[in-house]
């Protein structure tokens, strides 16, 4: 099969604040999961992130921290970095809307894109009313307001997006108005700026559409959550929707009109260039050519995949795909893979949502200190919430970590298979001897699970892959009750020695087809396998160790964990 080419994008954080649990979960882990399998499948991938710097939620952060937007985001965007390092997540470069070395060509790309949109007639110039704050001097861009929201009724819903239902609001339409910058009640005052006509591309957004919801070779449908969402939005009918602010902190209107003097792109206009302008910084750094992103964003034998929270829909699905059709050299995304909100539930608590301002969050920063990296990564693709809201449940993660990752996947590979090796054959793999009946029937298993793994992650299922993968180390520890080398090595050492060799076969499966999950543990695998890291490629899975194999030292993949040293009470 020839090689395939994948440009794959996770939402960009807003520089303004630390990671949790809820943030990894949606965009980033099942994005990096995937990244990491296209490598070991030999594809061409990139991938792609990056801070959203520029808008409103830096500057409030910034105003309630007491320093500059430039200071903010710069820490932000480096410690968000540091804890996607620390988890694995392999971004191919981690840029920043407004960082150096990333501003200048962003800014550029940006203003380049609103100037083709325009030129083109997509734009419509119009004078409203929007909300002013008195207090402040200014008018209030939508994360500044806070209202009840005027379709369901729900209490703290900002100016642009309602959380609890998912709309699209307008500021302005809000019931009982708040400025979040000095708590005063806004008035109504008259503003221009200029308004993307999403109502044109209504078409052209439900073919697309609809037709990405039946899977066809090579093509996995969407999923069905964000096609319903995205379609019931069209029907609604899309409104004209303003692409400018008044701000002093973005990327200025690049017209030649006195009324865009001191106004600013719309913050989720500029955001999703930031995809398009770090592939350009990545392909000037590894190609020599920043032009080069062409490649990826024009050529339509690339697929695009965006990975992002279940609030990013609209603009991932209607807004940014609206933004390409009316621009017209780019490819639209192959995938928006979107999963839900994750709630969290400490022990003895109700299950809540994860609230930064409450603090019922698990912090990336804070969990690294202390603990390994995959044993997060397995319980957030364990319990994924891929088409509907799920709960990270510490007793639960507690439990799945022992019983599950300690005692089936962990011990298998360490204490019953290396360790074993180690003490009865010398620290090498036995010779094959004569394989039974059942050591063929398992060994020809492991293509099996090797494809059905593929299969699920190719489909975006990633709760679905991980389960495989622990059916595999469920069905390797059956395997080894059968034969019962603990057992045989006092009667029957040739035949003690075949089964050991054929677990290290297992061991040898389980390193690869785990790594896109456990990348960590992998690597921990191959140095006791002595194998380098080639050994990953996926279609080296069901390769077989010689006999005769030196092995390295047996280390211990997976410790237990206890939830009051983990986490404590959750205060």
Same mark, same amino acid.
């Given at each position: 099969m020839s090689q395939r080419r994948f440009l794959v994008t996770s939402g960009l954080p807003y520089s303004n604040g630390r990671l949790h649990v809820g943030h990894i979960a949606g965009a980033y882990l099942p994005a990096d999961t995937y990244v990491r399998y296209l490598r070991a499948r030999g594809e061409d991938v990139r991938f792609i992130c990056g801070s959203d710097d520029n808008g409103v939620a830096a500057l409030i952060s910034a105003r309630k921290e007491g320093t500059t937007v430039e200071e903010l985001t710069a820490r932000y965007n480096a410690r968000q970095a540091a804890d996607f390092? *620390?988890?694995?997540?392999?971004?191919?470069?981690?840029g920043g809307t407004h960082q150096p070395g990333f501003a200048e060509l962003h800014t550029r790309l940006s203003q380049e894109f609103f100037r083709r949109i325009h030129e083109k007639g997509y734009f419509t110039k119009k004078t409203t009313q929007q909300l002013f704050d008195v207090q402040a001097n200014q008018f209030l861009p939508d994360r500044y307001v806070k209202g009840k929201c005027y379709l369901c009724g729900y209490e703290e819903a900002y100016g642009d997006q309602c959380e609890n239902c998912g709309q699209s609001l307008d500021a302005a339409k809000l019931i009982d108005p708040v400025s979040t910058i000095t708590g005063s009640r806004p008035e109504l005052r008259e503003t221009t700026h200029w308004y993307l006509q999403l109502n044109q591309f209504e078409e052209q957004l439900r073919a697309w559409l609809e037709s990405k919801r039946q899977a066809s070779?090579?093509?996995?449908?969407?999923?069905? +959550?964000?096609?319903?969402?995205?379609? *019931?939005?069209?029907?609604?009918?899309?409104? $004209?929707?303003?692409?400018t602010r008044d701000l002093d902190w973005g990327i200025p209107v690049p017209l030649d009109d006195p009324d865009a003097a001191g106004k600013v792109l719309y913050v989720w206009f500029d955001a999703p260039i930031g995809y398009v302008s770090f592939t350009a910084r990545l392909c000037q750094d590894r190609d020599g050519d920043a032009e080069l992103y062409t490649r990826w964003w024009k050529d339509p034998d690339c697929k695009i995949v965006h990975f992002i929270g279940e609030d990013n829909t609209v603009f991932?699905?209607?807004?940014?795909?609206?933004?390409?059709?009316?621009e017209g050299t780019y490819q639209l995304p192959w995938q928006v893979v979107a999963n839900a909100f994750l709630n969290i539930k400490f022990p003895g608590q109700e299950e809540q949502k994860i609230s930064k301002s409450r603090g019922t969050a698990i912090w990336i920063e804070e969990y690294l200190q202390t603990f390994e990296p995959d044993p997060l990564r397995y319980y957030l693709t364990a319990v994924a919430p891929e088409n509907q809201r799920t709960t990270f449940d510490i007793d639960d993660f507690i439990n799945r970590n022992n019983g599950e990752l300690v005692a089936a996947l962990?011990?298998?590979?360490? *204490?019953?298979?290396?360790?074993?090796?180690?003490?009865?054959?010398?620290?090498?793999?036995?010779?094959?001897g004569k394989r039974t009946e059942g050591d063929h029937e398992f060994l020809a298993r492991i293509g099996e699970f090797r494809d059905r793994i593929a299969a $699920?992650? $190719?489909?975006?299922?990633?709760?679905?892959?991980?389960?495989? @993968?622990? $059916?595999?180390?469920?069905?390797?520890? *059956?395997?080894?009750?059968?034969?019962?080398?603990?057992?045989?090595?006092? +009667?029957?050492?040739?035949?003690?020695? +075949?089964?050991?060799?054929?677990?290290?076969?297992?061991?040898?499966?389980m390193t690869t087809l785990m790594a896109p999950f456990l990348p960590f543990s992998a690597l921990k695998c191959l140095d006791m396998l002595r194998l380098d890291e080639s050994a990953l490629q996926w279609d080296r899975a069901t390769e077989q160790l010689p006999e005769g194999h030196a092995l390295g030292?047996?280390?211990? @993949?997976?410790?237990?964990l206890d939830a009051a040293e983990l986490f404590g009470t959750g205060e």
């Open positions: 390092k *620390g988890l694995g997540i392999s971004f191919d470069i981690y070779p090579g093509n996995p449908a969407w999923r069905e +959550t964000v096609l319903n969402f995205s379609l *019931g939005q069209i029907r609604q009918g899309l409104p $004209e929707r303003a692409m991932h699905t209607l807004i940014w795909p609206a933004m390409l059709m009316a962990g011990n298998f590979i360490y *204490g019953r298979t290396v360790k074993f090796a180690h003490q009865y054959f010398e620290g090498r793999v036995p010779p094959v $699920e992650i $190719e489909a975006f299922r990633f709760k679905n892959a991980i389960g495989v @993968l622990m $059916e595999f180390a469920r069905a390797a520890n *059956g395997y080894y009750d059968s034969r019962q080398p603990w057992k045989s090595r006092k +009667t029957d050492m040739a035949d003690c020695g +075949t089964a050991i060799n054929v677990s290290l076969q297992i061991v040898r499966a030292e047996p280390v211990i @993949l997976f410790k237990k």
